[in-house]
């Protein structure tokens, strides 16, 4: 295949959903599948619970996740723990987390190496920060939260509360 028919994406909008502890698709918040639809991307940080949510969320836009403390054997033996990719030069890292939310950005940082953003979840405490030159996105609980993730030369985000 030549060069010209390879392009690099160098810019991504991703919504970003975590501990969404229902069973149905149709659980999911109106607001969250609206804002979805005009994603590029949609990452899904553990605790799904079953596989109706990550199934339904693959019908409307591509789809990453990770598995969670909670979430079905099925999701756990399908799902990796943690994953990474990159949206032109930045790296992007996705994991549920685990312990307490004290000192889970401390604990979740060890797993990745040369990061610039990582997407989590577990604590259910939406945040949107940058600390130590990397980004953490947490959109809190799927059914009060979920996030905006823009990133393409800078990365920016939100919070968006249901």
Request: with cysteine; hydrophobic share 35%; aromatic share 8%.
């Amino acid at each position: 295949m030549s060069s010209s028919h390879i392009e690099k994406v160098i810019y991504m909008k991703i919504g970003v959903l975590s501990d969404t502890h229902v069973h149905t698709f149709e659980e999911i918040s109106s607001l969250v599948i609206s804002a979805f639809s005009s994603v590029d991307l949609i990452v899904h940080c553990g605790d799904f619970v079953g596989s109706a949510v990550f199934e339904g969320l693959k019908q409307i836009k591509e789809v990453r996740a990770v598995r969670g403390n909670v979430d079905s054997s099925k999701l756990k033996n399908l799902l990796p723990e943690k994953e990474q990719f990159s949206v032109g030069s930045k790296k992007i890292g996705i994991i549920h987390g685990w312990g307490s939310p004290d000192g889970i950005e401390k604990r979740i940082r060890q797993d990745f190496r040369d990061i610039d953003v990582i997407l989590y979840g577990h604590s259910h405490e939406a945040t949107f920060h940058k600390s130590g030159g990397v980004v953490y996105l947490n959109p809190g609980s799927g059914r009060y939260s979920f996030g905006i993730l823009r990133v393409g030369e800078d990365i920016d985000g939100e919070i968006i509360k249901l």
